[in-house]
């Protein structure tokens, strides 16, 4: 009987599939791959489109879902079979695409077509698929002598084998850290659905009073509303030593992720000069927009510059307030989130708290449909298909009745799940002899959950998390391009991902948008439109210091592979200190251990890339002024002209053509950080 997972004819079977079916299905997958690039690559396969490339278009596909299926579990069902079972394979599947890339005979046949009148011939979408190809094969070492290759391909073995140690150190370290809390006195403030998750969780480990936990939905409202300072000193503490040398404290030494970035920056160094560049940071702008390093620094550096005046000026009003109305003179790390609500409070007179109370998921969700639907003329509809967990749901979107996409959402944190929010492909669309096969999407956060029977509330940024999300979501879904390597998200340059998804954030602070989506959660009434009105003129509040945060994590990532000499011994703290000293306004205490949990750069794909985020935010912010600039007189931005022009330039293309040319195609020019200042409250 066929394997559940090597099912490719339906969707994902996750009813039926098994931890033990890992590696009876991808092993048959590897040796089908290596067999079909055997064929491939023979003298009688001529170097063409329809010979060469689609067969292993068509081939490789069915290793990319299973194992795409295999990672989505990982990272959402991590319990130990699942670890066990993902990581007996990594080194095999990582093995199997590093021979692929360092593959001559194949990169051979690519420059070949590349080469041939057919070229010419090619769609511009294909031309760039061959030249994106010859790139790839470049950077995976195809080039190199054949007694180096062995070397290259251990050092990706070993680069996959530790960033799969390094997030799951993050979510062991997560895990084991409770707080039991016996003194209901000293849950003073905190909001009471928070109260009930903790006594709930304390009831289910048999014991008395309320148990907190370092997953956002538990630790944060701590953070952020708790009146026990010693409360939020510890899980302070808790969170910023994870998976650090301080978890020799909690009897696991095995969970300090140090070793483990000062082996990997090591490697990523040794794997770059091995391919002729001076550091890593090279090696990673070469499939982005930004063309150098030296660009990068000088953007965010130019950024900085025009930032940090105004987070200067926002911690100032923050100790001054701690100080004068709080009587709290020696404002620490662990106060700065619960001593910025007290602020907002008194400036703005509104708590996130209030305002969460307006968005139960049911409305949240549906009010983020109803956007979708009026900007791209879709249809969202519930749909029904196997799970991996009872919260988890599944949607359809239609256009004119027919189907053209669907997703799951899985938005509630378990202890199970890894941290964060993302979103991840898990079929992509393409044309194949049977039609054309719909994309599927994860899109997965970690909100809190329902409580005492009634539906989740979410915070404000949560809704901007859940919009954000789904604008990665549509980039994957809404996509017209029919060939699979640059469909959807896929060939989009890395700086230029955040574009869709930071773009659709801004419709959460848009009156029309907010009144439709919200709704009371006993009392079903929308948001007032005083209560918003606050929280527009709260939008910025404490703008300068979160971006110069975003500019440090950008800072330091860059820098760590570019022109830092790491020392293994002292480790990464002085390069973080450095980088801080430069932008920083927010100094935390010596014992902070953040980039041992930085697993954006360690775990993720934003090596030599978190500044991204920043970089596509000049893009995402001047691509709403588009929809701002056509907006009528007491209006709405929902303007279906442009988003169907939006819908058309940006997300239709995928990755078919440059985003620098995507970018042109809707704005008519250059992208200008003019709006993303405005939308700061950084313009002069």
């Excluded at 991590?78 to 695409?97: F, G, I």
């Excluded at 062995?150 to 960033?163: G, K, S």
């Excluded at 970690?446 to 949560?462: L, Y």
């Excluded at 985003?659 to 003019?674: C, I």
Aim: charge should be negative; charged fraction near 25%; aromatic fraction near 10%.
């Amino acid at each position: 009987m066929t394997s559940p997972l090597l099912d490719f004819s339906v969707l994902p079977r996750f009813d039926a599939i098994q931890p033990e079916a890992v590696g009876p299905a991808i092993r048959p997958l590897l040796e089908a791959g290596r067999a079909l690039i055997a064929r491939q690559t023979s003298t009688e396969v001529p170097a063409s489109w329809d010979a060469f490339v689609a067969p292993l278009v068509d081939g490789g596909e069915q290793l990319s879902r299973a194992w795409g299926i295999v990672g989505h579990l990982h990272s959402v069902m991590d319990t130990p079979p699942w670890r066990e079972a993902y990581n007996e394979l990594l080194p095999e599947v990582t093995r199997y695409y590093s021979e692929l890339g360092q593959n001559l005979a194949l990169f051979a046949k690519y420059k070949a077509i590349r080469e041939s009148s057919e070229f010419a011939t090619l769609s511009p979408t294909r031309q760039r698929i061959i030249d994106n190809e010859i790139r790839d094969f470049r950077l995976s070492g195809a080039e190199l002598p054949e007694e180096q290759k062995p070397r290259f391909q251990a050092i990706q073995e070993e680069l996959a084998a530790l960033a799969a140690k390094f997030s799951e150190n993050v979510l062991d370290a997560t895990n084991a850290y409770t707080e039991q809390v016996l003194e209901e006195a000293r849950l003073a403030a905190l909001p009471e659905d928070v109260k009930s998750a903790a006594r709930a969780a304390a009831e289910r480990a048999g014991k008395p009073g309320w148990i907190f936990t370092l997953h956002m939905p538990s630790y944060f409202p701590i953070m952020q509303y708790a009146e026990d300072r010693e409360l939020r000193s510890r899980m302070y503490r808790a969170s910023a030593t994870r998976a650090s040398e301080f978890s020799a404290e909690a009897d696991h030494p095995e969970w300090d992720n140090a070793p483990l970035i000062a082996r990997i920056i090591a490697l990523r160094t040794e794997q770059a000069r091995m391919l002729g560049f001076a550091n890593f940071a090279e090696v990673s702008l070469q499939p982005k927009m930004a063309e150098s390093p030296a660009q990068v620094l000088g953007f965010l550096r130019d950024l900085a510059v025009k930032a940090k005046p105004f987070a200067e000026r926002d911690m100032r009003e923050l100790r001054e307030f701690a100080a004068s109305e709080l009587k709290l003179a020696d404002l620490q790390a662990w106060d700065i989130t619960w001593a910025s609500e007290k602020l907002r409070q008194a400036r703005y007179s509104y708590s996130d708290q209030e305002v969460k109370q307006y968005f139960p998921e049911p409305r949240v969700i549906a009010g983020l449909f109803s956007v979708v639907e009026k900007l791209f003329g879709v249809s969202i509809r519930e749909d029904q298909a196997p799970v991996w967990h009872e919260d988890v749901r599944f949607f359809r979107i239609e256009r004119d009745g027919q189907l053209i996409g669907q997703f799951y959402f899985d938005l509630h944190a378990r202890d199970t799940k890894r941290g964060g929010a993302w979103m991840n492909s898990a079929i992509s669309r393409r044309r194949t002899a049977d039609g054309i096969q719909t994309p599927l999407a994860y899109l997965v956060c970690n909100f809190p959950g329902p409580v005492d029977g009634k539906p989740a509330t979410f915070s404000h940024d949560d809704v901007q998390t859940l919009f954000h999300e789904t604008g990665h979501g549509l980039h994957h879904l809404l996509t017209q391009v029919e060939d699979l390597w640059v469909s959807g998200i896929s060939g989009v340059e890395w700086d230029a991902v955040e574009l869709p998804s930071q773009f659709m954030e801004n419709f959460c602070w848009e009156w029309d948008v907010v009144r439709d989506m919200s709704g009371h959660v006993d009392t079903g009434e929308p948001l007032p439109r005083a209560l918003f009105d606050k929280m527009i003129a709260a939008k910025n509040f404490q703008s300068g210091m979160q971006t110069v945060r975003q500019l440090e994590f950008a800072l330091f990532d860059l820098r760590l592979h570019h022109d830092w000499q790491l020392d293994p011994a002292v480790g990464v703290q002085p390069l973080l200190d450095e980088v801080r000293r430069e932008v920083a306004v927010n100094f935390p205490p010596a014992w902070n251990r953040f980039a041992n949990s930085f697993s954006h750069i360690f775990a993720g794909g934003y090596c030599a890339g978190y500044y991204s985020y920043k970089w596509a935010e000049v893009l995402s912010a001047d691509a709403f002024a588009a929809f701002e600039e056509a907006r009528p007189a007491g209006g709405s931005v929902l303007d279906p002209v442009t988003g169907a022009r939006y819908l058309a330039e940006i997300l239709s293309v995928g990755g078919s053509r440059p985003a620098l040319a995507s970018f042109k195609a809707f704005r008519g020019r250059e992208p200008q950080p003019d709006a993303l200042l405005r939308h700061l409250g950084m313009s002069a």
